[in-house]
């Protein structure tokens, strides 16, 4: 079977993206492939793959995301963005709005300049610091599901942290078990602007950028500083991009946002 794809990046987190309102490839994008699709060296090579399929609850797309290793995943927050760039192309004029079913909720897409916002699930199960610790590794492990799991860590020197090594550690602690948990390095740059580091789960290596990683640490910065929103994150990818929020409580919140570019690349065809 021939399938024709689509390349996007969001900050440097890259996407195969499959345009599937049909459901032609259903049967074909099964784990294994999806993994061979995304290895760097056999296949396209990305971080993920997106798959759009028509709606069932409302909403005008639904949107699938598959980690590299090919296991389906709630949500991605630069995912979410690149679809959102995508779908917003498929009627006969751009959409400046899209919305999509994820295993995360159903969320909006709008298009801003050359911006990408996403409208995110309200996060949960939120714990200051875990009381987990990882040998050598001293900072306090704080968590936070947006969308996905993720635990965030702020450090004094980022540069220095060995996110693959640490990254692992804290994704398959027992704490975490049996889902695991995608693991961030952050420091503050100054109030109200950080720069993280992302060691996702899925694709067990450090990306170049996380969207629910990026929420999970501005969230988790300003609860641990005050820092009001829009909190600006720097990400290894190069890009800065902007979470906004409104606290509804001491530790809740809603209308969480992400900003940032969402990028076509190429578009090709590749036996399956």
Do not use: W
């Not at 005008?60 to 980690?67: G, V």
């Amino acid at each position: 079977m021939l399938l024709h794809f689509y390349k996007m990046n969001g900050a440097g987190n890259d996407f195969i993206v499959v345009d599937n309102r049909d459901l032609s490839f259903s049967s074909a994008l099964d784990g294994e492939t999806i993994a061979a699709l995304c290895d760097r060296h056999r296949g396209v090579g990305a971080d993920g793959l997106l798959a759009v399929e028509p709606a069932e609850n409302g909403a005008d797309y639904k949107f699938r995301y598959y980690n590299a290793d090919g296991g389906e995943a709630e949500m991605c927050g630069n995912g979410a963005r690149c679809f959102g760039r995508f779908t917003a192309h498929l009627g006969e004029e751009m959409a400046e709005r899209v919305t999509f079913e994820t295993i995360a909720g159903t969320l909006a897409a709008d298009m801003v300049g050359d911006n990408v916002r996403i409208a995110m699930s309200e996060p949960k199960d939120l714990k200051l610091n875990t009381g987990v610790q990882i040998e050598d590794l001293e900072a306090d492990l704080h968590f936070l599901n947006t969308g996905v799991p993720h635990v965030v860590a702020f450090v004094d020197d980022l540069d220095a942290v060995d996110v693959p090594e640490f990254g692992s550690s804290i994704r398959f602690h027992e704490t975490f078990a049996p889902a695991g948990t995608n693991a961030n390095f952050a420091k503050e740059l100054e109030p109200g602007h950080i720069a993280i580091r992302t060691y996702e789960r899925g694709v067990e290596d450090e990306t170049l950028a996380c969207g629910t990683g990026m929420v999970a640490s501005a969230l988790i910065h300003h609860l641990l500083t005050g820092a009001p929103s829009p909190i600006l994150v720097d990400v290894e990818g190069g890009d800065t991009l902007e979470i906004g929020f409104e606290k509804t409580g001491d530790t809740t919140f809603t209308n969480v946002t992400l900003a940032g570019p969402a990028d076509f690349v190429f578009e090709g065809d590749i036996e399956i």
